[in-house]
Each structure stands twice: as C-alpha cells, then as structure tokens.
C-alpha cells in the first residue's frame, strides 16, 4: 500500500518526535528518539529509508517487496511512502518503506528526516558502476552526516537478471565487508533476494532497538501480548 507523500510523515506516522535537531538542521547529541517506535493496539511501527542513485532500483524493489508486482516505474519526485505488515519473531511489524528520490546533484535527504527512521537500505544497479561508487561518496556520508549512529545500514546490489554486470559480488562484499554492512543482491524482475534483504534490514533494525532500549523492549512485549 502506498501511505502518502513525505510532507504529512509526522502525521501520518504517529510519531512523537523529541528534538535531535538545531537551527541549522544539524543533529545535536540527544538520543535517539525512540518514541518514533510506538506501539499500537496491534503493532509496532518500524521504519526504513531507501537510498541510492537515479535510476537504481529503489521503486522496483519495494513495489516487489510490498505489492509483489514488477511494473514500469517512473522516477520519485520527493518520498512515497509504502507500507506492509511483516511478521518477526512472533510479533507484528508494520514496516513503512520510505522511497526516496535519487537524481543528479541530490545529496541525500534532510538530515531531520533520519530522525523517523530506524534503518537504510542502500541500493545500487550492478550494471552501473557509478551507482555503486556513489554509496561511498554520496549515500553513506548522508548517512555519517546525519548524525544518527544507532541506523541499521544494509546493501542491495538490484538487477542481477540482467547481462553487462559492471559490478562483481565479491567487489562489492569485500567493500561492505569493510564496513561490516550487509549486502544482498536482488531481482526486481524475477523477485530473487528481495523479501530476504527487506526482511534483514526489518530484522536489524528491530534487534537494534531493542538492545538499546529497555523501555522498547517493554513496548515490543505489550504488542506481543496484545497480538496473540
Ligand atoms: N531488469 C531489471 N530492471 C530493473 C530492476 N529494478 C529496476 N529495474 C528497472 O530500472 C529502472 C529504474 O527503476 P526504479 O525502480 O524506478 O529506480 P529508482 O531507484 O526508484 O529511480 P528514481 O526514483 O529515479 O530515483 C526501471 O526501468 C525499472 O524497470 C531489476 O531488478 N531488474
Ligand atoms: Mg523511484
């Protein structure tokens, strides 16, 4: 299901968000908000942010990972957000996508948008090696910059149907070896690897906040009580 447009996120996500910004939009040292992870009568509210270049896949990735469908897309202008609800150990998730746009010369999202999210996916298209060398200079510096440094970063390398990979797998582990990131390559067309690397980045995301927070942990139990 796609929920909405960026712009009513505080709303539409029913978050409550205390500080971690200053004036000049740079993150300040206070916890992580983790109220941002409320739970509701059923579940609990997990988001993650796709990032990457133009063109890469991001789109194609969620509609297969949510609808199940591989469909002509059009570029994102702003954040959609896509949401489906996932099953982790025992307990409900619903899992919001935020889908972002990645065109030439954007740098990264505001750095107050991490504030809602508890983890990344960086894609990158195996048949273009620019998009790859671009996780380094533009994704996860945005990532760095945000100052949030409890964010679950997983890799998706996308298109790994297609013929001219400009992109080997072992290049790319070695490098998200390097930085102890995750990485899974991916078919939008045919669906191969997807539901594992949304579901690794869901499940990572989830463990992280709850070896942080105890009163999360608590949270998470309350959801688990109410769901059986
Ligand atoms: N063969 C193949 N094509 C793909 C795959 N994923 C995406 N594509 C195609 O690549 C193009 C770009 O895909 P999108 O999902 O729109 O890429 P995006 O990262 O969302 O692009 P922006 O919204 O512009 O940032 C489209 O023509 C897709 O059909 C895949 O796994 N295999
Ligand atoms: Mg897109």
Redesign the pocket.
């Known amino acids: 299901m796609l929920l909405s447009s960026i712009d009513i996120i505080p709303s539409s996500l029913n978050m409550a968000v205390s500080g971690g910004m200053n004036d000049n939009d740079e993150a300040v040292s206070v916890p992580r908000p983790y109220e941002t992870i409320l739970c509701g009568e059923r579940c609990i509210y997990l988001n993650l942010m796709l990032l ?1 270049d ?8 969620i509609r297969r990972f949510v609808e199940g469908t591989y469909a ?2 059009i ?2 202008m702003g954040c959609d957000i896509y949401v489906k609800d996932v099953w982790i150990d025992n307990s409900e998730i619903n899992l919001r996508l935020w ?1 972002t ?3 030439e010369r954007y740098m990264g999202p505001r750095k107050s948008l991490y504030m809602f999210c508890h983890g990344v996916i960086i ?1 990158y298209d195996v048949t273009d090696k620019p998009s790859f060398e671009n996780i380094e200079k533009i994704w996860l510096r945005s990532v760095e910059e945000s100052g949030f440094r409890d964010l679950v970063v997983v890799m998706v390398g ?2 790994c ?2 013929p001219g990979r400009q992109v080997d797998y072992v290049t790319a582990k070695s490098f998200a070896d390097g930085l102890n990131i995750p990485l899974l390559e ?4 045919t669906g191969y690897g997807i539901d594992r690397a949304a579901m690794s980045a869901a499940t990572l995301a989830l463990n992280k906040i709850l070896q942080n927070a105890s009163s999360i942990k608590e949270c998470f139990e309350t959801a688990r009580q109410t769901n059986t």
Do not use: C, E, P
């Open positions: 990457g133009y063109n890469a896949g991001k789109t194609s990735f002509k897309t570029a994102t889908d746009y990645g065109g894609v996308t298109k149907d297609l991916t078919s939008s067309l």
